[in-house]
């Protein structure tokens, strides 16, 4: 197994923001020393219905970056999200900053490509992000050493990327009483899943998680915040030994229940291209709705 060498000793400034009408989290994460900061999982406001764009919780993530005096140099995806559009290229024209996501990415854009009809004008090289990373591939956040975790399962393209004593989880885990992500997605997989679960556990039992989403179970708060050992004790799809194979059962079951996300449409085109809209010969942004291909 690859070896992350963990540093709890660094403590990384983390700001969370919370998006009512998609139920994700994003973050800025900070250096205190030199002042530099990443944005993981940003947000780009879509209303569907009207085919409207808008910038509301970018612009958040934006004032409070400005407002303290940080600079942007990273503009993390943990994985392609099929429930909220990226806000990367807007952050980035903002502020800044370098576009991450898995070296896998390619894998999502192939499938996807053929789902939504692309062309040929479609790059399905990753080349649309500034960097594409490899399983415990480091980089810098100023003075801050951050690694990288693939964790296939939900999609192949997640990973968690570990700053400090703060791990960000993307789509992987919710909270202990929320269990894990769906895996019925093309290219997911339930026992990928497990497995990617169980390396995340092998974190030190204080590394703090954090959420890509929360939906709030059985009327309790909004929680984004959570702990290896936590976790460990208490969620509720892994707790108490649960074997790959009871695992694999609970997890194909429960995703043989789900609807699809409201946004998975727009989110897919937008987030394989790093966050950009796709356009038509005309130059139009446009989005496609492919009829019974999900």
């Not at 963990?6 to 030199?34: E, Q, R």
């Not at 039992?205 to 004790?233: F, K, S, V």
């Not at 995703?255 to 356009?279: F, H, T, W, Y």
Request: glycine fraction near 8%; aromatic fraction near 8%; hydrophobic fraction near 40%.
């Amino acid at each position: 197994m690859q070896d992350y060498p963990v540093n709890m000793a660094v403590k990384p400034i983390i700001t969370a923001f919370f998006d009512v009408s998609t139920n994700t989290i994003s973050y800025a994460v900070c250096d205190p020393i030199t002042k530099s900061c990443a944005v993981i999982d940003s947000i780009m406001d879509i209303d569907y219905a009207s085919g409207r764009i808008t910038h509301d919780n970018a612009d958040r993530i934006v004032d409070y970056i400005t407002k303290n005096e940080l600079t942007l140099d990273w503009i993390i995806e943990t994985h392609v999200h099929a429930d909220h559009l990226s806000a990367a290229p807007y952050l980035q024209e903002k502020l800044g900053g370098k576009i991450g996501i898995s070296a896998r990415i390619t894998e999502v854009q192939e499938v996807f490509g053929k789902i939504f009809n692309e062309g040929t004008d479609f790059q399905r090289d990753g080349t649309q992000f500034d960097t594409l990373f490899q399983d415990g591939d480091h980089y810098k956040i100023g003075d801050i050493d951050a690694f990288v975790m693939a964790t296939p399962g939900h999609t192949p393209a997640c990973m968690v990327h570990v700053i400090g004593n703060a791990a960000f989880v993307g789509d992987t885990m919710f909270m202990p009483d929320a269990g894990s992500a769906r895996a019925d997605f093309p290219g997911g997989d339930a026992g990928e899943l497990y497995d990617s679960i169980q390396k995340i556990l092998t974190l030190p039992d204080e590394m703090r998680l954090y959420m890509c989403h929360d939906y709030g179970p059985n009327d309790r708060g909004i929680a984004w915040e959570t702990t290896i050992a936590e976790q460990r004790a208490q969620n509720i799809h892994i707790a108490g030994g649960v074997t790959r194979q009871d695992f694999i059962k609970l997890r194909n079951e429960r995703d043989a229940s789900l609807v699809m996300p409201k946004l998975i449409i727009p989110s897919l085109q937008v987030n394989m291209r790093a966050g950009e809209v796709p356009e038509d010969a005309d130059g139009r942004p446009v989005l496609k709705v492919p009829l019974n291909q999900m």
